[in-house]
């Protein structure tokens, strides 16, 4: 099966909606009426601007970011149907057995996948993604969880997320399907995924040393690049703190600019600018509000010129390349 994505196919949306602002705070009160609601309506933007792979994973609101899109299910039995469901896990909270920890054993994963598709009371998940590395993760046990899993056709597809290439390298090794897609975090706020290609050997790259081949191994793979933060959670687009450093200030103003120049919104230019580059990069956004998943609608028709692009990222950095 195909990772039906607008890298296979152009007709589709390159966007992907992060659900991880949904289902009210991140505590045990009960999933209310006004978060459905909420859910609701940024499906109803999603899909209008053409998006149909959803972005979940089991602990976003502790749960309830799942649930409201059960209760959506439940109330429009046919919008299933009309999207693709990602989900993590792997992730835990601290309990009686130990602190907040990352478990990718085989009992973990099948059990957080049941309990994940009774809140999204769907019979199966199109993507599954491995949340975070874990240290004790033996591909074996990650491949028989897998193999349980795709055979009773509750997974589809299998993925990850925050791993680099030597992360990559042995799991891909072990499993027998392949993995379709690597969410990280890349932005104009975060560049140093950037910055490993254009500063080698130069010492402005100590931080992104440890993305290493990460981007070029994931492209040989087919494994597909989602950026997880896409929106520099809304910082170059009216949303930056009065205390911002100027590098953010100067890039918004930037920013705003090119918006005017492409006729479009701020965030859509900061889409565009991932858009760009050649990894075929699939930003996931989560902004929650209509008017905002709307206002990034347009950052596929959005052409930056080599000069803007560069104009962005140099400016971003706050300071010149080597
Ligand atoms: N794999 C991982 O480890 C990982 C980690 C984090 C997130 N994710 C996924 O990636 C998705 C996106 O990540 P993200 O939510 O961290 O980043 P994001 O899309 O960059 O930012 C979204 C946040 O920024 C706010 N925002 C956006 N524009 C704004 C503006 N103009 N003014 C004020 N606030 C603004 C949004 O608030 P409003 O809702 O009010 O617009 C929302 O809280 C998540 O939903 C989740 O699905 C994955």
Not at 189 to 213: E, H, Y
Not at 271 to 293: M, Q, S
Request: with cysteine; charged share 20%; aromatic share 8%.
């Amino acid at each position: 099966m195909t990772y039906p994505s607008a890298t296979s196919d152009p007709t589709l949306s390159r966007l992907i909606y992060g659900c991880m602002g949904l289902g009210g705070g991140w505590n045990h009160d009960p999933l209310r009426t006004e978060d459905v609601a909420k859910a609701r309506a940024a499906v109803e933007a999603a899909l209008e601007i053409g998006i149909e792979l959803f972005d979940h994973a089991n602990i976003y609101t502790l749960g309830k970011a799942e649930q409201c899109f059960g209760e959506l299910f439940k109330q429009q039995p046919g919008l299933r149907q009309r999207m693709r469901l990602q989900t993590k896990c792997g992730i835990r909270f601290a309990d009686a057995d130990g602190p907040k920890r990352y478990d990718l054993s085989a009992a973990h994963i099948v059990e957080a996948v049941h309990a994940s598709l009774r809140r999204l009371h769907t019979d199966y998940i199109d993507v599954l993604m491995l949340h975070r590395p874990d240290p004790l993760m033996e591909p074996d046990e990650v491949n028989n969880a897998w193999r349980l899993l795709f055979g009773a056709g509750k997974v589809r597809q299998l993925g990850v997320s925050n791993m680099h290439a030597g992360q990559l390298r042995p799991l891909v090794a072990r499993l027998e399907t392949p993995l379709v897609a690597n969410q990280l975090e890349m932005s104009l706020l975060k560049t140093a995924w950037l910055d490993a290609d254009t500063c080698f050997n130069d010492a402005q790259a100590q931080q992104s040393l440890v993305w290493g081949d990460t981007l070029a191994y994931c492209q040989s793979q087919n494994i597909a690049l989602q950026a997880w933060g896409a929106l520099a959670r809304g910082w170059y687009s009216g949303g930056a703190p009065d205390d911002a450093p100027a590098p953010v200030m100067a890039t918004s103003q930037l920013v705003r600019e090119l918006a005017h120049l492409h006729a479009v919104a701020p965030e859509s230019i900061v889409l565009a600018w991932l858009l760009k580059h050649p990894a075929r990069i699939e930003p996931v956004i989560g902004t929650a509000n209509p008017a905002r998943i709307r206002a990034c609608g347009d950052a596929g028709r959005v052409v930056l010129t080599r000069g803007q692009w560069y104009a962005l990222y140099q400016s971003a950095r706050g300071r010149d390349l080597p």
